[in-house]
């Protein structure tokens, strides 16, 4: 699980993270910002020792608490449809391993992300390399509810497959913000970009089928 004792970049986990990024360009991934993002942050730190030959293959891995860590496609789609600018606020239901946060604190967003497994939460606190973000805050709690006292957020990303769009969510997204949000059930969800406009209409496009743990209401201790 994540290493408070860091290991090596390596040249060859350097080489490894440069080919992935060419996976990740090949299969559409166009912002040449989320692409140079991904290439900045060393994944394999945010995986079990005994994963890190493997950490730059296109796929998800367990963390802890039967919880993954996204596809790096997943998380550079995500990113990308956020459109992220410098400075702008961003919520995060699903901090997990925390690489997520670390790829939109990179392209220079104000993270604000929400986990309700304790040990989850607990477990990035030790993890070092989360220090070199100061502009990441971590909250323990249920992403449902979003965070109303740090409302509006420019954007919103939802990192575990939900049922439905929470209103809590839209409702604290600025006009003129995006929500991307897996939504549907265990069998799979649809990716939505949901756009709030300037008169506050919520508009939905749908990007494509996507397969996420689920989004489960309240805290887990
Ligand atoms: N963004 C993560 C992916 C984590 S997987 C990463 O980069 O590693 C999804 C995470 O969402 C899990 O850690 C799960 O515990 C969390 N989660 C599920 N439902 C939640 C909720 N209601 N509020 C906050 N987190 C939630």
């Known amino acids: 699980m994540l290493q408070s004792n860091l290991p090596e970049d390596s040249y060859l986990h350097k080489g490894r993270r440069a080919q992935l990024v060419q996976t990740l360009r090949d299969k559409g991934i166009r912002?040449?910002?989320?692409?140079?993002?991904?290439?900045?942050?060393?994944?394999?730190?945010f995986l079990d020792t005994a994963f890190q030959h493997i950490a730059y293959e296109n796929r998800a891995f367990q963390i802890l608490a039967q919880q993954t860590?996204?596809?790096?496609?997943?998380?550079?789609?995500?990113?990308?449809?956020?459109?992220?600018?410098?400075?702008?606020?961003?919520?995060?239901?699903?901090t997990g391993s925390a690489y997520q946060s670390c790829v939109l604190a990179e392209l220079g967003a104000?993270?604000?992300?929400?986990?309700?497994?304790?040990?989850?939460?607990?477990?990035?606190?030790?993890?070092?390399?989360?220090?070199?973000?100061?502009?990441?805050?971590?909250?323990?709690?249920?992403?449902?509810?979003?965070?109303?006292?740090?409302?509006?957020?420019?954007?919103?990303?939802?990192?575990?497959?939900?049922?439905?769009?929470?209103?809590?969510?839209?409702?604290?997204?600025?006009p003129g913000g995006i929500l991307v949000i897996p939504v549907g059930d265990s069998s799979g969800q649809r990716m939505l970009r949901i756009t709030k406009e300037?008169?506050?209409?919520?508009?939905?496009?749908?990007?494509?089928?996507?397969?996420?743990?689920?989004?489960?209401?309240?805290?887990?201790k």
């Open 31 to 45: 912002d040449e910002r989320v692409l140079a993002a991904i290439n900045a942050v060393p994944r394999h730190f």
């Open 69 to 94: 860590i996204s596809h790096p496609f997943t998380v550079a789609y995500q990113t990308e449809l956020l459109e992220i600018k410098k400075f702008d606020k961003v919520l995060e239901i699903g």
């Open 110 to 174: 104000q993270v604000f992300t929400i986990e309700r497994q304790r040990a989850l939460y607990d477990h990035v606190g030790k993890f070092s390399y989360i220090r070199k973000y100061p502009s990441i805050k971590r909250f323990y709690g249920d992403g449902y509810a979003g965070l109303p006292s740090y409302a509006p957020f420019d954007k919103v990303i939802v990192t575990a497959g939900a049922p439905y769009v929470p209103d809590a969510l839209t409702q604290q997204l600025k």
């Open 198 to 220: 300037i008169d506050h209409k919520l508009k939905a496009d749908d990007l494509g089928a996507f397969d996420f743990v689920p989004m489960l209401e309240g805290k887990n």
